[in-house]
Structure formats: C-alpha cells, structure tokens
C-alpha cells in the first residue's frame, strides 16, 4: 500500500502573512488573484457588490512572486499564470485553483503578457515575458516551454515593460516595450508568427530612445489610436503613436514615484504612484502650437494639457509606511464595473469603483472618489472565530499567548510549543489535534493533559529534541533558546531545569545537533545560532560551552563538520566560509568565492538554515520539523483551503 | 540577567531616544553612503546618463590577453562599455607551425551580458535607495529590513552575475551567435567562448578534431562547463567532436575589480545596518517595528 501524507496546516486567531506583491482581477470580475513575497497566491471572491472576500491560498511558488497574467482566452479558460523570482512558472485554474502547468526556467520575469491570435496561430497561445535577461521571450501558453525571442539589433537590453497594441484600422498588431535604458522598441506581432515558429530571427521594426529611466507602463489608447502613454517612475509622458513625437511630459512632485496608469477613455488617463495614490486627467488638446523642436522640420505640432479631475487614495496608516500594486480593468459589459484595485504589502486590497465619466467638483477643483471595498486575509480570520483556534489554547490558559517555536515528538506523540512568554508547553500531539480539530473535540479539551516548563524570561526561539536526532543520547533532554540568547537544558520528565547557558549574543535563531560521524571525546554536541551571527557550540553532558564563534560578518546560512580534522565549517550569507578549529576554538580559516563554494560543497551533511531567521514572528505558521521534511516527497501543487476561510464557504 | 524584563522606565525611553536616532538620522546617513558608493560602482559600468544620452560613445579599451603557461594563444579585445567591439585572436599551431589570425567583422559588436547584467542590477540597487532620500521618514525597523533585504538582493545579484560564468555544453558555445561575429569565418575545427569570471575578461580558444565513426573510444558527450578539458565530445551536425586542446587566456579589467570591492563594502554596509536595527528588536519583541 502505498501512503501519502496528508500534509495539514493550521493556523490559529493570526493570519498568515501575505505580503502582496502583484494583482490582477480575471476578466470575469468574479475573482481577485494576488501573489505574495511569501510565494503564496491568494485567489478572492469577488461579489458582484464588490464585496471582497478571501477563498483560497495556493501553495506552488517557493519564492516572491513577481507578476501574474491571463494565461488564455479567460471565457474559454479560466487560467492564469504567476512567475516568481527564482524563475518558477505555474498555471493555476483560478475556478478550483488547480495549478495546470508548471515549469522553472533560468530567467526571471518582471511582466507577463498573454497573446493569441486565433486564425494565425495554432495552439493555446503565447505568453510574452520580460525581466532581468534581454529582450522579449516568447513562452508556449500551454508547455511553458520556451519558443522563441524577440531580439533586438540596436542596444540590446533588459525590457522593463510592454503592451500590445491592436490596430482595428490595418488589423495588425504589434508589441511595444521600453527598456531599462529607455528604448521604446516596437516588434510586428501578428505578422511574425510564421518567422517566429520557423525559428527564424525577429528583430525590432522601431526604435526610439525616450530619455528618461525606470519606465513603469507603456499604454496604447484604443480609443484614439494614437495616443502612447509611458509612466516612468519620475515623470508621465504622452506621445503621439504615428510618428512618436512627444505631445507632453507632466513631473511628479519631489518625494513621489508613478508607479503605473492606464487609458479609461478618449482624452482621459489614470496614473497612480507606489504610495498608493491615483490621479485622473482629462488630456486637453491646446490645438496647433510652435513647437518646442522647430528644428526638427515641423513647424507646428500640437501639444496636450492634462486637467486633473479626481483623484484616488488608500487609508493613512501611520504605523508603516507601504509600497502598493495597482492595477485598472475597464468594464466589458454590463454589469461590469470600472475599478481601480490596489494590494499592499501589509496584505490588504482596497477597491476603488471609477465612474463611466469622471468629473471634477463644480469649482473646478479635484473630486475625490471614495474607496468602495478593502479587506485582508485577517478580516476573514476574525469573521470566522468559532473556527480560530490555536492548538494550545485551551492550555495556555489566557489564550493569547502567540506560539514562537514547536516541537514534535513523535516516539512519544508529544507536541512541544515555546510560547512568547517564556513558557514551554508539552502536550499529547494527537489529541491536541484531535481537540482542535475535530468535531466533539471540545471535551477533549479539559480533560487534556499538559505539562509548563518555566525558566525563560523571553519568547522561546528555538527547539530541538536531541533523542530524535540520535537513540543515543538520553530520551528526557530537551533544549531551547530564547530571545535574550539563554539556552536551557531540561529534563522534560521531571520538569527541571538541568543547566542554563547564556550565551550574549542575541536572539537564538536556531539549535542543531552534530551528526552522528562526530563526536567530541564520544559525545554528540548541539550547534547553536544566534542572531548576532555568532554561533556557539555546546557540550551538553559536560554542561559547558565549547565554542563561541564570534567573527561572521553576515548571517550564518550553512552548519558543516569535518569530523577527521575537528572542524566547524560556517557558510555566510556572503558566500563565504569560516573554519573553526573546535579544539582550540580558533578560526583556522577564512575564505571567500570560488575556494568558499569548493569548501562548502565537499561534505554533504551539511545542515542548512531557514533563509531568513531576522526576527522570529510570533504565529501559528510554524510547521513542524518532522512533517516538513516528510512532506517534501509527496509535496503537490494545488489549493490549501485555510479552516477559517472553508467555513465561511460551507455557510453559504 | 533578563535585561529587557528589568529595564526600568528610564532605561527603556533612553533606548527609544536611541532607536529614534537610528531611523531619523543614521539610517540616512547609511543611505547616502551607500549610494555614494554604487554611483562610483556604476560609473565604472559607464552607465547611460538620462541627460545625455546614449548618442555618445562609450570610450573604449583594449585589453591584451596571455596567459603564463602558454604563449600559443594571445588576444587583444576591445570593449567598450558592456560590448566587444572589436576582436583579434591569434593562434600558434605549433604541430605545423601554423599561425592563425582571426577578427571580429566591422559592423558587429558582442554584447557581455554578465556586464550589462550586473550593471542593472546595480542601478536597480541605486533606484530603491533613491526612493528613500533625506525626506523620506522610516517609521519602523521592519521597513529599513525590507529595503535592506531588496538592496542586498540586487548587489548579491550583480556580484554573482560577475564571479559565476555561465556554464554552457559545447553545442551551446557552437551555437553561439559569438562564432558568428567572426571575419574570415573561423574554422569549423576551432571554437571561441568568452565570458568575465571575477575581475578578468577571459577567453577560451577549443581545437577540436572529428570522431572516426569506427572510433574505439566509448562517446559520451560533456555536459555543461565553464572550462571544458581536452578530451570532452559533443555531437555537432551529423559529426561527433573531440576537444583536443583547450588555450585560455585572460587579463584583469581594473574597473571590475572596483565594482566588485564596492560591492562587497556595500554589502558589509547594508548588513551593519541591519544588525543595528535588529538589535532593538531584542528590546522590542512584541513590538512589530
């Protein structure tokens, strides 16, 4: 028989973090989907009130995300894809949140866009992706494969943005893209599908340098046809799409970044900055003026006036500033709405409705419209509380002490919790879980046995249960670190304190064991790492301190042991390496790039940190060691419904 | 010994005067040098200035490539910015005495990407801090921490970009639009890689010779490498090749090797800072600052 774990996770009255990173709403307005630093996709119900509420986390990417895109033709299938920073790509159904597709390519994307041009191309369609690599990749909408490049024959550089443009008049389109140094580069896009699937190479019809930098959007008002408007990070600019003679560049005020825009209507154009505001300007057209380049052979050019009518802002917070993504989507049809969205990294979505025509107040002066909808993953925690409730709860006594570590020991089903008080907490893990979980539980819950290890005055950063790693060592021990670099030996049975380190070098950030081929006179020692980057090696029968290793300059990433020589080998996060002689407790060596990665490379049992161990967050979302490792092999993409947010489906 | 439990009163609005220091006027004192510092770094690139332009040639260098241990090889490349444009490669064939001399064509210039690469990544680095100059106000150490984090990543970047090579088969080099820069064309038995590892500009001449199809010897084509050995095969066409001598040679570019310090003081800067900020975290746990 073969098994699969089921792999469950449980979060308690806090809600996971979900930094936002990227947003889109799929054409269907029915959905919200945004990406996060964290990895996660969140997908959103969108009511046809514009209520927002939370429906699924999905689980594929192990980095940021980076962007997210319609993947196809949405009314056909509702599929969308998400590219993260270490070049991951996953297709996800949005309707049940499946991940379709999903492929890791060297390259990482900053925008996606989806093209398809049904009675040229064969297939589901192009995804045309541009990042930090040169020029424009052609994706394969179904295999993620990559099919081609758009390359570029003057000043080849990284793309910083695109759109695709759509003539009705000659029925052609092309993409439009600018790149990091400012190049507006136009590429034919419907007349070079053959070229493109022989392989042949596609270079740029034109090019233009647009003299400034950090270009943010490039627009085509369908509306017009003509007009191109480019948002670069320190100014807007409209051009004229015939002949791309510039009609007007608008400033921002000094301390504010654009951050994007988007054409609502002939004459009328969006743009909102990385703090979250957005400005609408109806485009007056000043009729024949000189122009500012006679020379150029033109004696008279028209030039544009922007008039702002309203604008748009999120609610002040005055505890972070944040950084926000924003995005438009233009009605189709009726009932669909005009909405202006924004995601922030503090996790929220706030949605602003933009009417059909946008006026100014009756003096004349900017309207404000008002903010429509806003919500976070939390909002939908604590609508649901019967359902949010941590696994220690009913033990903790208050309830709200926040769980910074945990522990589990299967050989003797017990779950050990460190909380943010201080206070360890040893429970029996499968009736813990049962009590929290299933239904009836709640008469488990008193009858609960549980046992409170007091000895540390800060939160418990770390946990580790020695026996687990190796039958050798005695089955009572536990250790934990703190906050305040305190390091406690107990004996979990008899509940005592058997000796207590303190080490001074701040938080402890992580307790590992030496491996089984090293032994100190015939004794295992435990490594442990601490925020200052120092790392301290501890003899636990002999209950002293062997090592403390105090010369890193950046965090510790990597543990490694040289059990001939008595080494400890310390990877950085610089990429270097540091070897200790443990005997001695000096630093035996220092090296950095080529003869670093040749050090760290030659043992393999090396024990890897968690990437980022700056501040331990109080949460729920600790996942347990064993299970972690477990799951890996039987890890699948696809939806994680969160307890809190399934009840609220089941309600309905 | 718990000293953030003891702290009195007095002790922790001392601290919170000292924190408040640290994100009004430290941190920014930090950021400025740190731009100081990737704005000479980014000089070296010869970035395009948005006020002049691109219209104005970057000035150009040559480089004459050796090595020590071998003098059958010499090169003399000329870049100019993040571009070779121009090529010349001589190679001494001691078996005949044959002397090859081969050059880039005119009209084409080979783009280093690992250069133009890092020189984003670093301008990247300079737009997030320019984001948060003197009028700027942090109001917690969480947002100093992330825009650390986003600094470092962009200079961890750039700096990677320089010191790992790409790692390419011999059918890729083959591939490469490289081969094809070349006037006369270069000889079907020859191949031609170059790439920055560190601070030097390095390049890679293979002499290659066919595989007998009544060979004897066991073909298995090499996988990915910076430096291929003598004696890697890989299928080319219809044919099956052999390296049979490998000639590299290289020279330091001196304005790499100041990026690449600046780089890591950059790094060790954003790290300190860090590491001051994470200190009051220990004061302020539950705090999320």
């Known amino acids: 028989m073969r098994s699969s774990l089921q792999a469950v996770a449980l979060w308690g009255k806090k809600a996971p973090p979900h930094s936002i990173t990227a947003i889109m709403i799929t054409d269907d307005q029915q959905t919200i989907v945004t990406g996060s630093q964290e990895g996660q996709l969140c997908l959103w119900n969108l009511s046809p009130e514009l209520k927002i509420s939370a429906k699924e986390l999905l689980f594929g990417h192990s980095a940021s995300v980076t962007c997210l895109a319609r993947a196809r033709d949405f009314s056909k299938q509702p599929y969308v894809v998400s590219a993260a920073e270490n070049g991951e790509m996953c297709v996800w159904n949005v309707t049940n949140g499946q991940c379709v597709e999903k ?337 009836g539980g709640s008469l488990l819950k008193d009858s609960l046995p549980y046992k409170v290890l007091k000895g540390h005055h800060q939160s418990v950063t770390s946990l580790l249960y020695p026996h687990a790693l190796s039958s050798k060592l005695d089955q009572s021990w536990l250790v934990s670190g703190d906050q305040d670099s305190c390091v406690i030996l107990w004996n979990i049975f008899t509940e005592e304190i058997l000796h207590k380190f303190f080490l001074e070098a701040g938080p402890v950030t992580s307790l590992l064991m030496s491996p089984e081929n090293f032994r100190l006179r015939s004794d295992q020692v435990i490594c442990c790492v601490c925020s200052d980057h120092s790392v301290a090696l501890l003899h636990l029968e002999g209950k002293r301190c062997l090592l403390h290793a105090r010369k890193h300059l950046f965090p510790v990433r990597m543990i490694k042991w040289h059990p001939v020589e008595n080494f400890l080998i310390v990877g950085c996060a610089d990429d270097s390496a540091y070897i200790w002689e443990i005997e001695t407790g000096t630093l035996e060596r220092h090296e950095t790039g080529e003869r670093a990665r040749i050090i ?36 699948q993409f696809g939806p994680i419904p969160c307890p809190g947010l399934q009840v609220e489906s089941s309600c309905k | 010994m718990a000293t953030a439990m003891a702290a009195t009163a007095a002790e922790r609005a001392v601290l919170e005067e000292e924190f408040r220091w640290l994100l009004h006027d430290e941190v920014h004192a930090v950021l400025r040098q740190l731009q100081d510092i990737l704005k000479e770094a980014s000089l070296r690139f010869t970035l395009p200035c948005s006020g002049t332009g691109t219209e104005g040639p970057a000035k150009q260098e040559n480089f004459i490539l050796g090595s020590c241990s071998t003098d059958q090889v010499k090169g003399v490349l000329t870049l100019q910015g993040d571009a070779l444009s121009q090529a010349d490669v001589n190679l001494k064939i001691p078996r005949n005495n044959q002397l090859l001399h081969f050059a880039f064509r005119e009209d084409k210039q080979w783009k280093l990407q690992q250069i133009q690469d890092a020189r984003n990544h670093v301008s990247q680095a300079i737009y997030l801090l320019a984001n948060r100059d003197e009028s700027y106000q942090f109001r917690t150490g969480a947002e100093v921490l992330k825009l650390m984090d986003a600094v470092m990543l962009q200079l961890t970047r750039a700096r990677n970009r320089l010191t790992t090579p790409a790692t390419l088969t011999l059918p890729e080099i083959a591939a490469s639009g490289l081969t094809r820069m070349f006037a006369p064309a270069l000889p079907s038995d020859l191949l031609v890689n170059v790439y920055i590892n560190l601070n030097k500009l390095c390049l890679t001449v293979y002499q290659l010779h066919a595989l007998q199809p009544n060979s004897t010897k066991n073909f298995r084509p090499a996988g990915g490498a910076v430096l291929h050995s003598p004696g890697a095969m890989f299928e080319w066409g219809s044919q099956r090749l052999e390296v049979s001598h490998v000639h590299k040679v290289e020279c330091v570019i001196p304005w790499l090797n100041d990026a690449l310090v600046f780089f890591t003081v950059s790094l060790q800067l954003c790290q300190q800072l860090k590491d001051k900020i994470s200190v009051f975290s220990s004061y302020w746990s539950y705090r999320p600052f």
């Not at chain 1, 989806?114 to 052609?138: A, K, N, P």
């Not at chain 1, 009913?394 to 570590?405: D, F, K, L, P, R």
């Open chain 1, 103 to 439: 492929a890791t390519l060297p390259y990482r994307h900053t925008a996606v866009c989806y093209y398809h041009c049904s009675f040229r191309m064969t297939g589901e369609g192009w995804l045309l992706c541009c990042g930090e690599y040169q020029d424009v990749l052609i994706i394969d909408a179904r295999s993620l494969a990559v099919i081609h490049t758009f390359i570029s024959s003057q000043s080849p550089d990284w793309i910083n943005c695109m759109c695709i443009v759509h003539s009705m008049r000659i029925q052609e389109d092309s993409l439009l893209v600018v790149s990091v140094a400012g190049e507006l580069k136009v590429w034919d896009l419907s007349s070079s599908i053959n070229s493109i699937q022989e392989k042949q190479d596609v270079y740029e019809k034109e090019s233009k340098f647009l003299d400034s930098l950090n270009c943010r959007t490039i627009r085509f008002c369908t509306y017009t046809e003509r007009l191109l408007l480019v948002v670069f990070s320190k100014c807007w600019k409209v051009y004229d799409y015939c002949d791309f003679s510039l009609l007007r560049t608008e400033v921002s005020r000094s301390g504010q970044f654009f951050a994007g825009g988007e054409v609502l209507a002939a004459h009328r154009i969006i743009i909102w900055t990385e703090d979250g505001h957005s400005y609408i300007y109806q485009l007056l057209n000043s009729g024949l003026s000189k122009s500012l380049y006679p020379a150029d052979g033109r004696v008279l050019k028209e030039t544009i006036y922007p008039h702002l009518l309203c604008s748009t802002s999120v609610q002040e917070n005055k505890v972070q500033s944040l950084s926000f993504v924003m995005g438009y989507m233009n009605e189709r049809k009726e009932p669909f709405y005009k909405v202006l969205f924004s995601g922030a990294v503090s996790g929220r979505i706030t949605l602003w409705h933009i009417p059909d025509v946008p006026v100014s107040k009756f003096d004349g002066s900017p309207r404000e419209i008002p903010i429509t909808a806003t919500w976070t993953l939390q909002d939908n925690f604590d609508k649901n509380h019967t359902m949010s409730q941590s696994i220690i709860d009913h033990v903790s006594g208050t309830g709200t002490v926040g769980v910074t570590s945990s522990e589990y020991v299967p050989s003797l089903d017990k779950l050990i919790c460190g909380c943010e008080d201080g206070t360890i907490f040893i429970t029996q893990a499968l009736n813990a879980a049962k009590a929290g979980l299933l239904e």
């Open chain 1, 600 to 635: 760290l490379n030659c043992c393999d049992d090396s024990q890897l940190l968690k990437p980022d161990s700056v501040l331990p967050v109080a949460s729920e979302t600790h996942k347990h060691k064993s299970v972690e490792q477990r799951s890996s092999s039987s890890y």
